[in-house]
């Protein structure tokens, strides 16, 4: 199947620590993605990760892949306001991404 | 600025109407992709592109005709709209035709009243 799921919602205090978990089912995809959407805006390429890797850090930013269990997760450290988006976990399947439906974060001051 | 560039921003038309949309990236890339997001926010790809040549055509309605003159160039015609097509329309691009990160446009929204 095509699926890739995600919780929905999310919220947070500034400052916590936010993770947003994601499960895909195509385990031949070379990269998994991670994209936010603000309000009305486009889709910004926020990281991805190589297959063959665990774990890969930027900044605030870590992301865990779990291959065994078809499981991507986002972690944001130090939650601020201007993280509140949208994010979308997608794979890559035959040229095509395949998103998840997108989980909303809000984070309150 | 290097980017995926999309026109119009907004588009707001009557059932019926042929209308486009045009992409343009400068990215250097070969391979551009329309996408659908529909009101739940859901994305689903439409077409792809790979220098010139439609290489995924995803069970789209043929009222929808992509064209491509060079591969910084993907354009969208959409023939007798209908309510069902108001949704934001994205333009991506990428490097090759493999699974390789795609880089978004900011959108376009079509509204039909």
């Known amino acids: 199947g095509e699926d890739v799921e995600q919780s929905l919602f999310l919220s947070v205090r500034e400052g916590d620590s936010s993770v947003i978990n994601c499960t895909y089912t195509d385990s031949s995809s070379t990269y998994l993605y991670w994209y936010k959407q603000e309000p009305g805006a486009g889709l910004q390429l926020l990281t991805y990760?190589?297959?063959?890797?665990d774990m890969k850090q930027d900044q605030r930013l870590t992301v865990l892949l779990n291959k065994k269990d078809k499981h991507l997760s986002l972690r944001i450290a130090d939650t601020q306001t201007g993280d509140s988006a949208i994010y979308f976990c997608a794979e890559g399947q035959g040229g095509k991404l395949i998103f998840g439906q997108g989980t909303e974060l809000s984070v309150k001051p | 600025d290097t980017a995926v560039s999309q026109t119009p921003k907004y588009l707001v038309t009557q059932m019926g109407n042929d209308k486009s949309i045009k992409c343009e990236q400068n990215?250097?890339?070969?391979?551009m992709y329309w996408y659908k997001q529909d009101s739940k926010k859901f994305l689903k790809i439409m077409f792809s592109?790979?220098?010139?040549?439609?290489?995924i055509n995803e069970t789209v309605p043929n009222r929808f005709s992509p064209k491509s003159p060079d591969k910084a160039h993907l354009n969208l015609h959409i023939n007798s709209l209908e309510l069902g097509d108001s949704a934001v329309y994205f333009c991506a691009s990428s490097q090759g035709t493999g699974d390789q990160p795609q880089h978004f446009g900011d959108g376009t929204r079509l509204s039909i009243l």
């Open positions: 990760i190589f297959s063959n890797m």
């Open positions: 592109y790979n220098n010139k040549e439609l290489i």
């Open positions: 990215l250097g890339h070969d391979t």
